[in-house]
């Protein structure tokens, strides 16, 4: 049995970041997970992800987002990598639907920096996108995306630095907690300590699952297509973006590698019912979709396939996120449910995840992300 100040159970993009958060401030911490650092098997691998404030999802979501910039910046100053690359990030789709008027309403009540453009403009200033004359296009010019193993491995390693404990390919079967203590048993070893912190990803349910919230797994698929313009890639100007059209809702990323253009389908997704042993084969309905959203909007990407991969969303009934302290264990605290667009957040939600396991008041507003909110039990 070993015992420690904390412990943090996943160490995934939130993981690392609370386990960072718990080292620099001097504390004895180990993280646990059942996989390598940055791996492949969860939701945060694929290169990269985009990161923006004008989030369409929620006004409410902009101050953690301004506190995860300035975090974001700080690790990358302590790693001295490049983490986040500021390319903009182009939000296309019809007024009414839900992506133009929820970045422009996040824009207004934060006084948020935007760009609103015509299906024109948006190809004189981008000559790879199309869009047709129904729609309306916004560019955030501070948006962009981060290298998200890079992020991962960056604050996992700082946390070493600082005196953290790293156990990896170590499964945990379980954890309790008493006032003060908690014990969490793995398939090496016992540890205990006075905080800890749950960010499992896919596996939240097996941790979780006293909250009687249903989290839902989901499988996504991203693709690497070659393009056969220079228009598309990021040192000619190419944004990230995120178009909502009548099939569905995609994102993606210029050209950073010979890779080409990353795309994905937010909408959609097979359900998963064991994270170990999901489906990571190539389907041609989800191939063909994307081809087809290219083919409309963004015309001089090639159909050739550089690189196909698949990752978890975890959904939760609202999909917004979870966040909190246990209702029964007020030194055990969570995230879970991130719902395919939460690691942009990661810097921030280490820092509350920390705060809140240690009884202290976390000066990010997370209450709207509670787990006693109506709408997980009722949707």
Not at 127 to 141: I, K, Q, Y
Not at 150 to 165: E, F, K, M, T, Y
Not at 176 to 204: F, N, Q
Request: hydrophobic share 40%; with cysteine; aromatic share 10%.
């Amino acid at each position: 049995m070993q015992h420690f100040d904390a412990i943090v159970l996943g160490v995934g993009g939130m993981g690392s970041s609370a386990l960072d958060h718990f080292a620099r401030r001097g504390m004895k911490v180990v993280g646990l997970d059942r996989f390598p650092i940055a791996h492949d098997r969860g939701s945060s691998h694929g290169q990269t992800r985009l990161i923006r404030q004008a989030y369409f999802e929620h006004p409410d979501y902009v101050p953690l987002l301004k506190r995860a910039y300035a975090l974001w910046d700080d690790l990358e100053a302590r790693t001295g990598q490049s983490l986040f690359r500021k390319s903009g990030v182009l939000q296309v789709g019809p007024r009414g639907g839900r992506v133009i008027d929820g970045v422009l309403a996040s824009a207004q009540q934060h006084k948020l920096a935007i760009d609103v453009l015509t299906p024109r403009e948006v190809t004189e200033r981008f000559p790879g996108f199309v869009c047709p004359d129904s729609v309306t296009a916004v560019l955030e010019r501070q948006a962009g995306y981060l290298f998200v193993e890079d992020c991962i491995r960056g604050a996992a390693a700082q946390a070493v630095q600082a005196g953290a404990v790293l156990r990896t390919d170590e499964t945990v079967k379980g954890w309790s907690a008493t006032p003060g203590r908690v014990e969490v048993e793995t398939d090496r070893d016992t540890y205990t300590a006075s905080h800890l912190v749950i960010t499992a990803g896919s596996w939240a349910s097996d941790f979780l699952g006293d909250l009687g919230i249903r989290f839902e797994v989901v499988r996504k698929s991203l693709y690497w297509f070659e393009a056969d313009s220079p228009v598309y890639h990021v040192d000619n100007g190419a944004p990230g973006f995120i178009i909502e059209s009548p099939t569905g809702n995609f994102y993606g990323f210029p050209q950073i590698s010979p890779l080409g253009v990353k795309v994905a389908e937010h909408t959609g997704g097979y359900p998963v019912p064991n994270p170990l042993s999901y489906d990571r084969e190539e389907h041609a309905e989800e191939t063909d979709r994307v081809i087809g959203f290219l083919a409309e909007y963004l015309p001089q990407v090639s159909t050739r396939k550089a690189k196909f991969d698949a990752c978890l969303y975890t959904l939760s009934p609202d999909r917004n996120f979870v966040v909190d302290r246990h209702p029964e264990h007020p030194h055990v605290s969570f995230a879970a449910g991130l719902s395919g667009h939460g690691f942009k957040f990661a810097s921030v939600l280490g820092e509350v995840l920390a705060d809140l396991s240690m009884g202290q008041q976390t000066s990010a507003p997370v209450e709207f992300l509670s787990s006693r909110r109506a709408a997980l039990f009722t949707s």
